[in-house]
């Protein structure tokens, strides 16, 4: 019962963001996979008090779900540091790659896995080298400007023209729940604009902005759309808080380039 109930949650997913053979890509929800209690059920992070032997079940579903050889994340920090994965890739789902928040690779068959919840997971993916990116980014990176920051990586390791990229924006907290009272502190003048009503912000539209001025363009950006915080489906640190201490799972987001088998697979 479990399984069956597991691969239908599963389906709720939102995947192949691109519509491409070669890459493949989702964002995950919390349901389909094995926690208990405030970590039901697909909780991906080591880092929030879940048991370690249920995570790494998690994470093997989400890697055997998109058919990868290994899942690559990060002990994210909220900075605007930018990994890119050009080695060897681990198989070792255990293993992060600590204080960096941006994930980018060449390499066929490695997941860049996020681990977010409000938070956004913000995918790249350029059809012509190719390559992908995988970004957290919560107001904190917004600030930073990691997307800016990961766009240029990609040029400078991979010859990326960010005119060719696409991306996507996950399931996160949206203009209904961006409550910043101390934005005068907190967020630069410019993100003043994206002032909806007082103290409430568009972060959906402020990633538009930033993805535009690295370079894509406007028909290539897709958002999700979903606010975490309204969705019972994702898990949200907002909502925790409001009926809790804030402790709660950390929702998925994963693209990978295909391996030339896989991508044949898919064909006919
Ligand atoms: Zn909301």
């Given at each position: 019962?479990?399984?069956?109930?597991?691969?239908?949650?599963?389906?709720?997913?939102i995947?192949?963001?691109f519509?491409d053979?070669r890459?493949?890509s989702a964002?995950?929800?919390r349901h389909?996979g094995?926690?208990r209690?405030?970590?039901?059920?697909?909780?991906v992070?080591?880092?929030?008090g879940?048991?370690?032997?249920?995570v790494?079940k998690?994470?093997?579903?989400v890697?055997?779900?998109l058919?990868?050889d290994a899942?690559?994340s990060a002990?994210q920090?909220?900075?605007?540091?930018v990994?890119?994965s050009?080695?060897e890739v681990?198989?070792?789902l255990s293993?992060?790659?600590?204080?960096v928040d941006?994930?980018?690779?060449?390499?066929?068959?490695?997941?860049?896995m996020?681990?977010?919840?409000?938070c956004q997971?913000?995918?790249l993916?350029d059809?012509?080298?190719?390559?992908?990116?995988a970004?957290h980014?919560?107001w904190?990176?917004s600030v930073?400007?990691?997307?800016?920051?990961?766009i240029?990586r990609?040029?400078?390791?991979f010859g990326?023209?960010?005119a060719?990229?696409?991306?996507?924006?996950?399931p996160?907290?949206?203009?209904?729940?961006a409550e910043?009272?101390h934005?005068?502190?907190?967020l630069?003048?410019?993100f003043?604009?994206f002032?909806v009503r007082d103290?409430y912000f568009?972060?959906?539209a402020?990633?538009?902005?930033?993805?535009e001025?690295?370079?894509?363009?406007r028909?290539?950006?897709?958002v999700a759309?979903?606010?975490t915080?309204?969705?019972?489906?994702y898990?949200?640190?907002r909502?925790?808080c409001?009926?809790?201490?804030?402790i709660t799972?950390?929702?998925?987001s994963?693209?990978?380039l295909?391996t030339?088998?896989?991508a044949?697979n898919?064909?006919?």
């Amino acid at each position: 019962m479990e399984e069956r109930d597991g691969r239908r949650e599963m389906d709720k997913q939102i995947d192949d963001l691109f519509h491409d053979p070669r890459c493949t890509s989702a964002f995950f929800d919390r349901h389909g996979g094995e926690g208990r209690s405030v970590f039901a059920t697909k909780n991906v992070s080591f880092g929030v008090g879940d048991e370690a032997a249920v995570v790494r079940k998690n994470r093997e579903l989400v890697r055997r779900a998109l058919g990868l050889d290994a899942l690559v994340s990060a002990r994210q920090v909220h900075g605007d540091r930018v990994y890119c994965s050009s080695g060897e890739v681990s198989g070792n789902l255990s293993g992060e790659i600590d204080g960096v928040d941006a994930l980018i690779t060449d390499r066929p068959g490695a997941g860049l896995m996020i681990q977010q919840a409000d938070c956004q997971a913000v995918l790249l993916f350029d059809p012509v080298r190719p390559a992908i990116a995988a970004i957290h980014c919560g107001w904190r990176g917004s600030v930073a400007g990691i997307i800016g920051k990961t766009i240029a990586r990609m040029g400078e390791c991979f010859g990326t023209d960010p005119a060719d990229l696409q991306a996507a924006v996950s399931p996160s907290l949206g203009p209904c729940c961006a409550e910043f009272i101390h934005y005068k502190e907190e967020l630069p003048t410019a993100f003043h604009a994206f002032q909806v009503r007082d103290s409430y912000f568009d972060f959906w539209a402020i990633t538009r902005r930033q993805l535009e001025e690295g370079g894509l363009s406007r028909d290539a950006i897709t958002v999700a759309g979903i606010c975490t915080a309204c969705s019972p489906d994702y898990f949200s640190y907002r909502r925790a808080c409001r009926t809790r201490d804030g402790i709660t799972g950390r929702n998925c987001s994963v693209i990978a380039l295909r391996t030339t088998d896989a991508a044949e697979n898919t064909k006919g």
